[in-house]
């Protein structure tokens, strides 16, 4: 029997070799190999679709979601879960001394607004700001846990700003927590332009507390702290 080519034409049909111990001729180790070859590539692999999906999650959240914020009563209903998670998140990581949130009551008097903001109808998170002259002060700043990382915070940190300076206010100043849990906060807060200051208005020097501030107008008007001096 002849033997076959060393490089047989395509398509000739395999055949064992006649000499002994040979085996399968080329042609059929040759399609053997073409065989064990990885399949090409998904034009689309998933790891692809993966990091696409991601890109576009802000905007599809965005564009399903309705997000709104607008003046409301801090007795309202709406606001009871959040009121509720932002007094146990205080006493779990401050001592009771260390506390300076103000009732809930009490941010309904003169001189005080407080917004929700809400997502699809719900309350997702809540802020007040307090007016003390020229100045304000950001109260009871809340975002419920299963809204963060939405950038929610920003959006109401933003608004309550833009609303301080549209009535002339001068200055902000807040109060927030100096232990290792309020540290997203205060990253919030320097974020939008607030720098560490002493105490202001009422306040006492408290180890378990930073304050914070952020000037709204060129010509700032000096505040007096507790000690009768600018802060």
Known sequence: MDQLGRY??????????SRPGRGL????????CRAREPAPRAQYPLARLCRELRSRSADAVDALTTIAIAEASPLDEAADLLFA???ADMHADTPPESIHMLPREALAAPGISF????????AAAMGALKRSGSWGELKSMHVLSEYRGQGLSHRLLSHLIEVARAEG???LYLE???PPTFGAARALYARAG????PPFGNYAPDPNSVFM???????????QNRAGTAP
């Open 213 to 223: 501030t952020l000037p709204l107008a060129p010509a700032d008007t000096p505040v």
């Open 25 to 32: 001729c080329q042609v059929a180790r040759h399609r053997l």
């Open 115 to 122: 917004y929700l903001l809400r997502v699809d109808d719900g």
């Open 85 to 87: 998670r932002h007094t």
């Open 194 to 197: 607030f720098v560490d200051c």
């Open 169 to 171: 206010l001068a200055r």
């Open 176 to 178: 927030t927590g100096a």
């Open 8 to 17: 047989p034409a395509a398509g000739t049909p395999a055949v064992r070799d």
